[in-house]
């Protein structure tokens, strides 16, 4: 049985985090940097919340052209600062889908997680992209080990079929207007996939 999920930044306004996980939501992805320096000012404040309502949450890096090492580092530093590095969090994710990077994406993701499980001292990362990308840009089987969990865009309605298959495919986001108690407006839902769990999908 697949497991649901949601994944926000600073545009996402949350009003009641036990409604959101009365609500069958159990694990949330929220943004906390993008490239070499930016912090997602909602997060601080949002995390801990979830947290408390019993929502595993992990954080997200967007990616963008340019120093990979200073953007493994600004991310590591970020999540350690909201303990989104200890025990029972969810697996942070990269997400990779700013046009710039697409003709060197695979080269990044492969440099990109092998920094970030030495600076970070974890295994466990997601790769978040589209199904185009999935599908033309990135080659999964050069970096997707067994601790690296690929998460696909697809807003098809089809929550768990997003029309395209790998052995390391966990998560489909499968809309960006879905419906959640405690959030108003519409928001990125997830579902994990056959095989794979919440409990797969966290540290520790």
């Not at 949601?6 to 069958?24: E, L, M």
Request: glycine letters at 12%.
């Amino acid at each position: 049985m697949a497991d649901h999920g949601i994944d926000i930044s600073h545009w996402n306004a949350v009003d009641d985090w036990q409604a959101v996980h009365g609500d069958d939501i159990v694990f949330c992805s929220h943004k906390v940097t993008e490239g070499v320096d930016h912090v997602d000012a909602q997060a601080a404040q949002k995390i801990p919340a979830a947290r408390d309502a019993g929502i595993a949450v992990g954080g997200y890096h967007f990616a963008r052209p340019g120093d990979v090492a200073a953007q493994v580092d600004h991310f590591t530093r970020l999540l350690t600062e909201n303990d989104l590095l200890t025990d029972g969090s969810f697996v942070p994710m990269l997400d990779v889908e700013a046009a710039e990077l697409r003709d060197g994406a695979d080269a990044f993701v492969g440099d990109f997680v092998n920094r970030f499980r030495k600076a970070a001292g974890v295994g466990r990362i997601a790769v978040y992209s589209n199904l185009d990308w999935y599908q033309h840009v990135l080659k999964p089987d050069g970096w997707a080990d067994d601790e690296v969990f690929c998460w696909v865009a697809r807003f098809n309605g089809d929550p768990g079929n997003p029309g395209w298959s790998h052995s390391r495919l966990a998560l489909h986001q499968h809309t960006d207007r879905g419906s959640v108690a405690g959030i108003p407006g519409g928001v990125d839902r997830n579902v994990t996939l056959d095989g794979f769990g919440v409990g797969d999908l966290t540290l520790g």
